[in-house]
């Protein structure tokens, strides 16, 4: 919410990956800038992992001196995302196109001029709203990555700061969390172009209303002139 609310008239607020490839299939985002933005997104997941690490240390020093990533001191989750064991890695794959198509339906919902035309200040309160929901409703299967960079850029992160390579190999999750939102993304919001965007009218009613009233205010005035 609040990287929304601070970088929305900055760089469009994208801070996930996801939203900004989905953006960029709808043309509502410019291909030439999409490495820009992923480059950076990825880039503030893992000094935002380092700030985290560095800030907790000591507490993880005491808990976890291993840096284990299952087990009753685990703690490699508190970054990256891991499946729950009974959850299988397709069913996870599914989870998180589910979940990101539902975010990037909410996100091209929020910016629909022709929809309910909400206020730039809204957008940051419901799009926070809705990642909290989904991590509620989508957290059970594999924590809800949703988004690319929270989820990749950390595990980097954590294979670096002592945690090693199981962060990848461990059940062979790591992709799901890097490709699925990415996936979902693209389906979410083509699915609410196809669906609601496209069907828009050129002119909505509310503004043929308003320009039948300033036309009829115009005729008044150029009358009573007369």
Known sequence: MLGVATCANVSGGHINPAVTVAFATLGKFPWKKVGHYLLA????????????????????????????????????????????????????????????????????????????????????????????????????????????????ATRCFTAIAGYGSEVFTHRNYWWVGLFGPHIGAIVGGWLYYLGVELHWPDTRDDEKLGEHHELTVALNSANGEL
Not at 46 to 52: E, G, K, T, Y
Not at 90 to 105: I, S
Not at 128 to 143: D, E, R, T, V, Y
């Open 41 to 152: 997104q990825h880039l503030g997941a893992f000094v935002a992992s380092a700030v985290l690490f560095v800030t907790y240390k000591d507490a993880l020093d005491w808990f976890d001196p291993n840096r284990t990533i299952t087990g009753p001191t685990a703690t490699a989750f508190i970054w990256a995302t891991y499946p729950k064991p009974h959850v299988s890695i397709l069913n996870c794959l599914l989870d998180q196109v589910v979940g990101t198509g539902l975010l990037m339906f909410t996100a091209l919902a929020c910016i629909d001029t022709k929809n309910l035309n909400m206020p730039k200040w809204v957008h940051p309160f419901i799009l926070g709203f809705m990642i909290s929901a989904l991590a509620l409703c989508f957290g059970a299967n594999c924590m809800a990555p949703l988004n690319p960079a929270r989820d990749f």
